[in-house]
């Protein structure tokens, strides 16, 4: 049994920065990729970024590349997601999943409640 709690979401302006984190318990979470996902109201939960369970490969969608860093600390079962150059269009419930590598949410098993990101312009 996998259990995530994200938090670290909040209210920022347009160009800000939020550091998001992942917390997991369960003995099997570091055999797991993490990924994060995100669902503004009224848009399919969208994908972000994931990371293998070694840490070692990761990957970005083109509408965050170059903003976001994703990263892990198995030491800490803690996944973090960081979030620079915020633009309003970011605005959504942000989901950390543990899973299979994927670019999909049926790629993951467990998920954890979803953090709010509201981004002001």
């Known amino acids: 049994q996998v259990q995530l709690v994200e938090s670290g979401g909040g209210l920022v302006q347009a160009g800000g920065s939020l550091r998001l984190s992942c917390a997991a318990s369960g003995r099997t979470f570091r055999s797991y990729a993490v990924g994060w996902f995100r669902q503004a109201p009224g848009k399919e939960r969208e994908f972000v970024s994931f990371?293998?369970?070694?840490?070692?490969?990761?990957y970005y969608s083109d509408s965050v590349k170059g903003r976001f860093t994703i990263s892990r600390d198995n030491a800490k079962n803690t996944v973090y997601l960081q979030m620079n150059g915020l633009k309003a269009e970011d605005t959504a419930v942000y989901y950390c999943?543990?899973?299979?590598?994927?670019?999909?949410?049926?790629?993951?098993?467990?998920w954890g409640q979803g953090t709010q990101v509201t981004v002001s312009s």
């Open positions: 999943a543990a899973g299979s590598i994927g670019l999909r949410p049926h790629d993951y098993d467990f």
């Open positions: 990371i293998s369970w070694s840490g070692g490969s990761t």
